[in-house]
Nanobody, 128 residues
Framework: QVQPAESGGGLVQAGGSLRLSCAAS????????IAWFRRAPGKEREFVAA????????IYADSVKGRFIISKDNKENTGFLQMNSLKPEDTAVYHC?????????????????????WGQGTQVTVSS
């Protein structure tokens, strides 16, 4: 198992878009789920989105629903988070995480404890 590596963060104006990538050397398909979490300065870690790799079920935080899209590319062993209509409150360090734990309830993947490997994060800054 290899720690995921995030990329694609940066500085963007409000209303803009960024696409984050989460790469790992092993096949993404061997994991059960991938997810994105974020931590803003002075705040607790927050769930953003999760994707069950077998079946493509997704779940999103209410704060990003309709603006962010989580996806995967099994061929390239990469997960993605497309972030549109960015807001200053989206500013945070974004971490991807991978889970090898099955749950019939996709909402279980809102919980950090469900995930086994974490990336070091990529900074996203949205200016107003």
């Amino acid at each position: 198992q290899v720690q995921p590596a995030e990329s694609g963060g940066g500085l963007v104006q409000a209303g803009g878009s960024l696409r984050l990538s989460c790469a790992a050397s092993e096949r993404t398909g061997t994991a059960i789920a991938i997810a994105w979490f974020r931590r803003a300065p002075g705040k607790e870690r927050e769930f953003v989105a999760a994707l069950r790799l077998n079946g493509d079920n997704t779940i999103y935080a209410d704060s990003v629903k309709g603006r962010f899209i989580i996806s995967k590319d099994n061929k390239e062993n990469t997960g993605f988070l497309q972030m549109n209509s960015l807001k200053p409150e989206d500013t945070a360090v974004y971490h991807c995480a991978k889970s090898w734990r099955w749950s019939p309830d996709i909402s279980a993947y809102r919980e950090p404890a469900t995930f086994d490997l974490w990336g070091q994060g990529t900074q996203v800054t949205v200016s107003s």
